[in-house]
Antibody, heavy 120, light 107 residues
Framework: QVQLQQSGPGLVKPSQTLSLTCAIS??????????WNWIRQSPSRGLEWLGR?????????DYALSVKSRITINPDTSKNQFSLQLSSVTPDDTAVYYC??????????WGQGSLVTVSS | DIQMTQSPSSLSVFVGDRVTITCRAS??????LNWYQQKPGKAPKLLIY???TLRSGVPSRFSGSGSGTDFTLTISSLQPEDFATYYC?????????FGPGTKVDIK
C-alpha cells in the first residue's frame, strides 16, 4: 500500500519560495510505472495540477504553463521522496497542496495535504 | 488545455436517491476520464478510472459511463457516507485537468 507523507512550512512570505516534500513508502520514486505529481486546491482555482516528475530510463518533468517559470519538482532517490519548489509566490498561491502518485495518469494515492498561506 | 465542466454544481438529495453527475470535456478525450470523491478536510479519493472501472473497494452502487466528450457518474442508491464533492479528471493529455466539482449534500 502506497503512502505519501507531506512536510514543509505552512506560511511563506510574498516573493519567497514555497518548498514542500513528499516522502514515499510502498513504492519507489524511480518506478517505471508511476509519475509523481503536485496538485493544489483553492476556492478560486479548484483542483489544479502543477506538475510531475517521472523516470523512464532518465528523469523527466512536466509542468503546468501557469507556473512553468516558477516551479521545480525534483526527485530524491536517496530518501525516496520528491519535492516542490515554487518561487516568487504571491497571495494567489495560497492553497492546499497535495502530492499524488499517478498510474496511467489517474491519481491513485494522495498525500494528506498541506495548507500553505502566502502572507507577510 | 482541455477544459472540464460538470453539472450540476451542487445537488441536495435524500438517502436512497439515485444521483447522476455529468462531466463534459472541451474536446474528445476518448475514454481517459476518471472520477474522485472528496470529503471536507481530506484529499480526493479515486473512485473510477478509464470511464467505468471501479477502483478496488469502491461499492458497486457507483458506476461511470460515456466516451468522447460526455461522461456520467451514477450513484444508484445514495448512502450517508456518499455525501461529498465529486470531481472528474481527464487523463488524455498534459496538463491534466479537473472539473470544478459537484457537491452532493443532504436534503
Amino acid at each position: 500500500q502506497v503512502q505519501l507523507q507531506q512536510s514543509g512550512p505552512g506560511l511563506v512570505k510574498p516573493s519567497q519560495t514555497l518548498s514542500l516534500t513528499c516522502a514515499i513508502s510502498g513504492d519507489s520514486v524511480s518506478s517505471n510505472s508511476a509519475t509523481w505529481n503536485w496538485i493544489r486546491q483553492s476556492p478560486s482555482r479548484g483542483l489544479e495540477w502543477l506538475g510531475r516528475t517521472y523516470y523512464t530510463s532518465k528523469w523527466y518533468n512536466d509542468y503546468a504553463l501557469s507556473v512553468k517559470s516558477r516551479i521545480t519538482i525534483n526527485p530524491d532517490t536517496s530518501k525516496n521522496q520528491f519535492s516542490l519548489q515554487l518561487s516568487s509566490v504571491t497571495p494567489d498561491d495560497t492553497a492546499v497542496y497535495y502530492c499524488a502518485r499517478a498510474t496511467f495518469n489517474w491519481f491513485d494515492s494522495w498525500g494528506q495535504g498541506s495548507l500553505v498561506t502566502v502572507s507577510s | 488545455d482541455i477544459q472540464m465542466t460538470q453539472s450540476p454544481s451542487s445537488l441536495s438529495v435524500f438517502v436512497g436517491d439515485r444521483v447522476t453527475i455529468t462531466c463534459r470535456a472541451s474536446q474528445s478525450i476518448s475514454s481517459y476520464l476518471n472520477w474522485y470523491q472528496q470529503k471536507p478536510g481530506k484529499a480526493p479519493k479515486l473512485l473510477i478510472y478509464a470511464v467505468s472501472t471501479l477502483r478496488s473497494g469502491v461499492p458497486s452502487r457507483f458506476s461511470g459511463s460515456g466516451s468522447g466528450t460526455d461522461f456520467t457518474l451514477t450513484i444508484s442508491s445514495l448512502q450517508p457516507e456518499d455525501f461529498a464533492t465529486y470531481y472528474c479528471q481527464q487523463s488524455y493529455s498534459i496538463p491534466l485537468t479537473f472539473g470544478p466539482g459537484t457537491k452532493v449534500d443532504i436534503k
